[in-house]
């Protein structure tokens, strides 16, 4: 294993297992260590099992009851890559933004369809934003509730039948999910029953 | 939020920067401290999380991303994080509560701008669904690339590509080009597939029989043997500096500048470059590069081309462009120097080669000091001859390296000439030391010159030389300088042994500074190189008696040169002005190598040499030359070295002053070079204990080792310099206060240093800025102490001493040989008058602010420019008190501010004004001083006359900026008073390196400033004798008290305080 450097009570790399004071059980791999602060970084399995993707999570061990080391790394950790500071920072600020903006339509009342369908749409057109309970894609096209294809309304061109489209994929996507899900559960209940 | 915000921000930056750099994280740190010159960034330390790198990594990877933050009581809060203290407290954005509850809860009201989360009450945060590569500079890598890629090819392993072998076609071409080296195809394989492809086949025969006999290889001794030597001598060849820097050149390693900027060139060059444009084949390239290469550097060499010396430089040009073109803006000082001293040292001296870049400029002027000195012990003639040799063979080489290092160093002209200043102010320095001067030394002067070194006071001879010379050199720049510098050399001539070790370190120096500003003034052909170099070796044979045997061997080397020797010759002695004007630089710089020559000589060929510099001098310069060598002769002694310096600056000085307007970036460079060198000497002193005796031994000894202390409080003054620019706009900083003090000086000094910056008083400090940051990587090269003070140097040199030597040299120096004289010997004795009637006695001489630190400063300064004056003209017996501490100061400001006030008094004015402004308060109070001052110079001393009017104005602007920085004035004495310490006390050295280190701001601030001081000393040159004695007294006092403080930072500070 890596021996550990001075200051440093966990070697970069190491698996560590731990339990915290509210009873929450985490377990990854050890990214850093800060021992005056007392933060361990943890780098786990991603949540949405996505690849390329860790859940990253930041213990302070001022509230940990239990550390267990599952395994010590042998390698030495690779070398810290540079990092593009502006571009956190424009993700930061942009995050912030839809934060703000799905938290408006919420407070205004707008259907959980409806602030789905927003998300989807952003994810393919950053220009869009709420207007009351309309959500306004380029300035060009408003969808009104119900927030189906046929509430598209705008100038005809390509901009709005590309909306559109996005709309009934959208909508396509959350069918062909509920059964899906629907198929799972009841494959869980025949498993359970069974 | 925002503090924490702003503190996050820095933090991920520097994460991000370390990150990259892996282990060099710290160090990258601390060289944006410096280089972004401000004070807080330097002071921020990383403490806490921030000290931790992969903890600032992970932390700022995670930037942006939505997290979920549990606190001690169980609660969530939803955020997007924004950011993180150095104790590990964490910021989110757009946060809020989140309850178990509700999973549509988010309603507007319940987010929160921004919350921070103190470390103590987090206990766990969890980012989903993190990608570690967003952020990733490297996106490019295979290693980036592949983790991207859509899909599961997380776990494909990259593998080499065979590029289907079937394929012959696309497999031969793809190999080749993986595993051949070579340039394009192997013959035979173009051979083989074309064969194969189109069924052509070729009759080349490789042993190429039809045109040549081919090598019949045998196992016979003899041929054995042949291949042996052959091995050997291509080892030879190949291992030879000549052919690296060849191939170097051959290789395009070339700075930028010399490509595209440099001067045009003579034939050769040019043949060069069109090999260079054209495509060589690699296996061509050695051959070729070897036979232009050789040509090229015949060229610029010439002497050198006989001399190893000259090789070294070359490449150390050619390998440092790079570092060169940095050094230009603020090392150029150092680079130039290096190369004068190299092409002077190398010849008689084995040491430069050693060091090639920067060191070798120091090294150099300590072994062409040695070989100068003893001759002058011997006697005159062997002295004369022995420069005169020196001249031709080093003026050759120097002129190469001159050309060569001006376009990379932005045509450091003015720097070239300011090494040799320098060379010659610390040479003198040493020898004046015994005489009573010392006075002056301990003036605030010395304190610049301690922190920058040596180069300043060198410089300040130069430029008081300048100033010396100014009234003639103004038509003529070379022919100026030359009169200044024949007046240093009577003066030198009388000062004994250390002023003709100086005098010879000098001539080369001029020599170089000549050859420097004959290319600047003929960059196009380097027939034009030829002929200064030439002229050189033409004029000392004709003017200096023992120099005519020199003049043959250097005839021998080339003839080239030697016909333009005798073109020389018969311009000289018909029509000095003419030629002059035209050779410009050549000429009035072989006058003043004679000049220097002769008095190095001693009396004998003092007599030739005022003759010489009435004949360059003719038109403008006769006048001040003759008024000068009677001065001269009288301070002879203890001048003598100093004069010698001064004269290599005024000669370059003469030329700005000319060419200012035509080639005032020239001259800057030049200057700075000059400084740079300078800066190095003083060092050295310092660390001698006996300087005067033997000057150039102790100087080496002491340069490594201050050296290595230098370059720590260089790379301070670089910070220190931003801080200045930052300063300027706002005077008044306390923190600051010594940057502030600087930085205005700075931006004054630029100012007047060039005149286009005038109108904008920022964009010099922004070069200097520029500089500064340059200035610390050339800095690091030089490893050696030396280089370091060279870098501060270069620095304010640059600006400074580009257009102080032009002007300062006309009326300074008279000024600097006086007060060099006095330094060096009155230092003991000054340094205990300093100790105890430092400051009261100043304030009271000066004007009526005698509390006000700036106001001491000033007074201080103008004292010394009085004092020094006094001592050339009137009494040499008064002077010396009074010279001790103006010296210092006067030295200082030579080299700095006496560039300055030289170049233009005009600009000057109008760049203290621009950054007065804050200031005019300050100068309220010093202006009625400095005015009566000024006046008063320019009566006395009729060189000065000019400048002394115009220099009091500058006097007040610079009284101004040190009023304006306690610190700075303390700082400008303490720089005096190690520059005195050096010579006479070691305790001094001890201070210095305390200095350098924790006043290495202060140091490049009395850089800065020593411009004004410079100013200041020339405009009490021209008038303020009367003044003088008191202010000389006063000025040693404060320079002593300032020397405790330097002992210990702290120390100092508190003197700052009590003054204020």
Request: aromatic content about 6%.
């Amino acid at each position: 294993m890596a021996a550990p450097g001075p200051g440093e009570y966990f070697s970069v790399g190491s698996h560590v297992s731990c339990l915290t004071c509210l009873g929450q059980r985490l377990q990854g791999e050890v990214v850093a260590f800060d021992y005056q602060s007392k933060m361990l970084t943890l780098k786990c399995d991603p949540s949405s099992r996505k690849p390329n993707l860790h859940d990253v999570i930041l213990i302070n061990l001022a509230y940990v009851s239990e550390v267990d080391i599952i395994n010590d790394r042998t390698e030495t950790p690779p070398p810290l890559a540079s990092l593009n500071v502006s571009k956190l920072a424009n993700r930061a600020r942009s995050e912030k933004e839809d934060k703000l903006s799905q938290a408006y339509a919420i407070s205004a009342g707008v259907s959980a369809e409806g602030q789905h369908l927003f998300q989807t749409i952003h994810k393919t057109i950053k220009d869009c934003k709420w207007q009351e309970k309309n959500i306004m894609v380029m300035d060009d096209v408003v969808i009104s509730p119900p927030y189906q294809a046929d509430n598209c309304k705008g100038k005809e061109g390509s901009a709005l039948s590309h909306v559109r489209k996005i709309v009934e994929k959208h909508f396509r996507d959350v069918e062909s999910q509920k059964q899906r899900s629907q198929a799972q559960q009841t494959q869980k209940d025949s498993s359970l029953s069974s | 939020m925002s503090m924490k915000q702003a503190g996050g921000n820095r933090k991920p930056g520097s994460g991000a920067g370390s990150s990259g750099a892996g282990g060099s994280g710290g160090r990258q740190n601390l060289g944006r401290g410096r280089l972004s010159v401000k004070g807080p960034s330097a002071a921020v330390v990383c403490n806490g999380v921030y000290a931790n790198m992969r903890m600032v990594h992970v932390l700022t990877s995670v930037v942006g991303t939505n997290c979920e933050l549990k606190v001690k009581s169980g609660i969530v809060y939803d955020g997007v994080f924004k950011t993180y203290s150095p104790e590990c407290d964490l910021v989110l954005d757009a946060a809020h509560r989140k309850s178990p509850g509700s999973s549509v809860g988010l309603r507007q009201e319940d987010l929160v701008e921004s919350i921070i989360f103190k470390a103590s009450d987090v206990v766990v945060v969890h980012f989903r669904d993190v990608d570690f590569n967003f952020a990733r500079k490297d996106n490019f890598t295979d290693t980036a690339v592949g983790g991207r890629i859509n899909g599961e090819h997380k776990e494909k392993d990259l593998e080499p590509w065979d590029g289907g072998r079937q394929q012959h076609v696309v497999s031969g071409s793809l190999e080749s080009l993986d595993t051949d080296v070579s340039n394009g195809w192997d013959p035979s394989d173009m051979f083989k597939y074309n064969e194969e492809q189109y069924g052509i086949k070729s009759t080349y025969d490789s042993s190429l029989s039809t045109y040549t006999v081919a090598l019949e290889r045998d196992n016979s001794e003899e041929f054995l043997k042949r291949e042996a030597r052959a091995a050997q001598l291509a080892e030879e060849i190949e291992a030879s500096s000549t052919y690296k820097s060849r191939v170097a050149l051959e290789n395009e390693e070339r700075s930028e500048e010399e490509k595209y900027t440099a001067v045009v060139r003579g034939e050769r060059e040019q043949h060069t470059l069109n090999r260079e444009n054209k495509y060589i084949p690699p296996g061509q390239r050695n051959r070729e590069g070897m036979s232009w290469g050789a040509g090229r550097q015949n060229s610029p060499r010439l002497a050198q081309s006989s001399s190893g010396p000259p090789r070294p430089g070359l490449h150390d040009y050619s390998p440092s462009s790079g570092a060169d073109q940095r050094v230009v803006n603020g090392g150029a000082t150092s680079c130039p120097s290096p190369s004068s001293r190299y092409q002077s040292g190398p010849s008689p001296l084995p040491p430069r080669a050693a060091t090639p870049t920067r060191p070798p400029s120091r090294p150099p002027s300590r072994p062409s000091r040695p070989p100068s000195h003893p001759s002058a012990h011997g006697s005159s003639a062997p002295i004369s001859t022995m420069p005169s040799r020196r001249m031709s063979s080093e003026g050759p080489p120097r002129m190469s390296p001159k050309t060569q290092r001006t376009p990379r160093t932005h045509r450091v002209p003015p720097g070239s000439r300011v090494p040799p200043g320098g060379d010659f102010m610390s040479h003198n320095a040493p020898g004046e030391v015994p005489v009573p001067p010392a006075t002056r030394s301990s003036s605030s002067g010395g304190t610049w010159s301690s922190v920058v070194s040596g180069a300043h006071r060198p410089r300040s001879p130069r430029q008081n030389s300048m100033g010396g010379a100014s009234p003639g050199p103004s038509p003529q720049t070379g022919s100026a300088s030359v009169e200044p510098v024949t007046t240093p050399m009577s003066a030198s001539s009388p000062a004994a042994a250390s002023p003709a070790p100086n005098m010879a370190a000098t001539s080369v120096e001029v020599k170089d500074s000549r050859i420097q500003e004959t290319r600047h003034n003929s960059p196009t052909a380097n027939k034009e190189n030829v002929k200064p170099l030439e002229s050189p070796p033409s004029i000392s044979r004709p003017l200096s008696k023992g120099p005519p045997s020199m003049a043959p061997d250097h005839r021998k080397q080339i003839d080239n040169l030697k016909k333009f020797s005798v073109d020389f010759r018969l311009q000289s002695s018909s029509n000095p002005d003419p030629q002059f004007q035209q050779m410009m630089t050549k000429p009035p710089r072989d006058a003043g190598e004679k000049s220097k020559e002769l008095p190095l000589d001693k009396g004998s060929e003092e007599g030739p040499v005022v003759p010489a510099g009435g004949n360059k001098p003719d038109s403008p310069g006769t006048p001040s030359s003759t008024l000068c060598p009677a001065p001269e002769q009288n301070r002879g002694p203890d001048v003598t070295s100093q004069g010698v310096q001064t004269s290599a600056p005024t000669f370059s000085g003469g030329a700005k002053l000319e060419d200012k307007e035509e080639d005032d970036p020239d001259q800057i460079r030049k200057s700075t070079l000059n400084p740079n060198a300078h800066e190095f000497k003083p060092r050295v002193y310092t660390p001698q204990p006996k300087p005067a005796t033997t000057p150039t031994p102790p100087r080496p000894q002491g340069q490594p080792s201050p050296s290595i202390m230098v370059q720590q409080p260089q790379q301070v003054y670089s910070q220190t310099v931003c801080f200045p620019q930052m300063y300027p706009l706002t005077p008044v900083s306390p923190g600051v206060q010594s940057p502030a003090m600087y930085h205005v000086q700075m931006p004054h000094m630029t100012v007047s240093q060039s005149k286009p910056y005038r109108p904008v008083p920022n964009m010099p400090q922004q070069r200097s800025d520029q500089h500064h940051p340059q200035g610390t990587p050339t800095m690091m090269h030089p490893a050696a102490g030396p280089p370091i003070v060279a870098q501060s140097p270069a620095y304010s040199a640059q600006y400074f001493t580009c257009s102080p030597q032009q002007f300062t040299s006309q009326q300074l120096m008279p000024h600097y040989q006086s007060q060099a004289q006095h330094v060096f010997s009155p230092v003991i004795q000054g340094q205990t008058r300093m100790m105890a009637p430092p400051t009261h006695g100043h304030p009271g001489q000066l004007v009526s602010s005698t509390t006000q630190y700036g106001e001491q400063t000033h007074t201080m300064y103008v004292s010394q420019g009085p004092m020094p004056q006094q001592y050339a003209h009137p009494n040499a017996t008064l002077h010396p008190q009074p010279s001790a501490t103006p010296t210092g100061q006067s030295q200082q400001g030579v080299q700095h501010s006496g560039n300055h006030p030289a170049p233009s008094p005009v600009q000057q004015h109008q760049a203290l004004h621009m950054g007065n402004q804050p200031q005019q308060q300050m100068y309220q109070a010093l202006a009625p001083t400095p005015p009566s001052m000024t006046p008063g110079p320019n009566p006395q001393s009729p060189q000065g006359s000019f400048p002394s009017a115009q220099q009091a104005v500058y006097l007040h602007p610079q009284q101004m900026q040190h009023g304006y920085n306690p610190s700075h004035m303390a700082h400008m004495q303490q720089v005096s008073s190690t520059f005195r310490s050096p010579s006479l006390h070691p305790e001094y050295i001890l201070y210095e390196q305390a200095h350098i280190q924790s006043g290495m701001v202060p140091s490049h601030h009395g850089n800065p400033g020593h411009p004004q001081m410079m100013l200041m000393a020339t405009q009490q040159q021209g008038g303020p004798q009367p003044q003088l004695p008191q202010n000389a007294l006063n000025p040693i006092p404060v320079s002593s008290t300032t020397h405790f403080s330097y002992l210990a930072h702290p120390q100092v500070q508190q003197h700052h305080q009590q003054q204020l």
